[in-house]
C-alpha cells in the first residue's frame, strides 16, 4: 500500500453541513452554515465556529437550532455560509428561509429544512460553541415508520479536500449487529 501524506488539515469524512439558526435581540431570524460540528455526548453537540452574528445571537438568546443541510437546499444553505448577517440583515429570508418558532427553545426552525436540533446554549469559548440538545424534531415528510429516514432527509456532507457539497449513499452495514459476526 503507498500512502500520501497531506500535512496537518481539517480532513475528514463526512463533515455535516450544519446550519445553525437564531433569533437577534428582536426576534430577526439568522442562520449560518458550520460544517465543523458533532455529536459529543448523549445530549450534547460541539460546533468550531469563530464570531458571527449568529454567534451575538445566541450569547443573549441562550438558544440555537441546528438543522440538516439538504440535496434540495445546497443553494440557501451555502448562501448562509458565504453571507454575513452582519452585512445583510435579511439573510435569512434572502436564502429563501421562513422560520417557524421552537416549542423548546427561543430559536426559529427553519421550515425549508426538515431536521433539527433545538438547543440551549452550555458555553461559547474559544470558537466552540457546545449545546444541550434538548430536543430533536423532523417534519413526517422525512419519517418512514415513525423514524427519521436518511433516503428521505437526503442530508448532505461537505467535502473540505474538493469544497464541495457530496449526498449520502447506500446503506452497507448494520451498526451494533454486523461486527457481532467476528466474535
Known amino acids: 500500500m503507498s500512502r500520501v501524506d497531506f500535512g496537518a488539515k481539517p480532513m475528514m469524512y463526512p463533515m455535516p453541513v450544519l446550519i445553525v439558526a437564531t433569533y437577534d435581540e428582536h426576534d430577526v431570524p439568522n442562520a449560518m452554515n458550520a460544517a465543523w460540528g458533532i455529536i459529543t455526548d448523549m445530549n450534547e453537540i460541539s460546533i ?32 448562509v455560509g458565504v453571507e454575513s448577517g452582519k452585512k445583510v440583515p435579511d439573510k435569512f429570508a434572502k436564502a429563501g428561509f421562513h422560520a ?5 427553545v427561543h430559536a426559529p ?7 433539527a436540533l433545538e438547543c440551549k446554549v452550555k458555553s461559547f ?8 440538545i434538548v430536543n430533536v424534531t423532523a417534519d413526517e415528510k422525512v419519517l418512514t415508520d415513525g423514524k427519521i429516514d436518511p433516503a428521505k432527509l437526503k442530508p448532505i456532507t461537505y467535502d473540505p479536500v474538493n469544497n464541495t457539497y457530496v449526498g449520502l449513499g447506500t446503506v452497507v452495514g448494520h451498526a451494533f449487529s454486523d461486527g457481532l459476526k467476528l466474535k
Not at 417557524?100 to 423548546?104: G, L, M, N, Q, Y
Not at 426552525?109 to 431536521?115: H, Q, R, Y
Not at 469559548?125 to 444541550?132: A, F
Open 109 to 115: 426552525l427553519i421550515d425549508e429544512l426538515p431536521m
Open 48 to 79: 468550531s465556529m469563530g464570531e458571527h452574528k449568529t454567534t451575538e445571537n445566541l450569547a443573549k438568546t441562550g438558544a440555537f437550532t441546528v438543522s440538516m443541510g439538504t440535496e434540495d437546499t445546497v443553494l440557501a444553505c451555502d448562501y
Open 125 to 132: 469559548e474559544n470558537g466552540i460553541l457546545v449545546g444541550e
Open 100 to 104: 417557524t418558532p421552537s416549542t423548546h
